[in-house]
């Protein structure tokens, strides 16, 4: 009887540490490739670069918003 209950625990202890262990393996590997493929195909930060005259409408729509939320 004895036997028989500390088996069972320990086969249920084997079994959770085992579902455990190949669930984090496995969030570990998907998490990885998700970051290889976010930075391959990420834009390059010479792409996102705004030009001159983009950069003076932003600050211009900024300005403009905030004299007319302090009013």
């Known amino acids: 009887m004895q ?3 500390i088996d069972q ?3 249920l202890m084997l079994v959770g540490m085992s579902t ?3 669930f984090l393996t496995s969030l570990v590997i998907v ?3 998700m970051s290889w493929l976010v930075t391959r195909f ?6 996102s ?9 932003i600050v211009a729509a900024i300005a403009k918003h905030r004299n ?4």
């Open 20 to 22: 455990v262990f190949v």
């Open 68 to 71: 007319q939320s302090a009013k």
């Open 49 to 57: 670069v705004a030009g001159a005259d983009e950069v003076a409408a």
């Open 9 to 11: 625990g320990l086969t």
């Open 42 to 47: 990420q834009a390059s930060p010479e792409d």
């Open 31 to 33: 998490m990885t490739l």
């Open 3 to 5: 036997n028989e209950l």
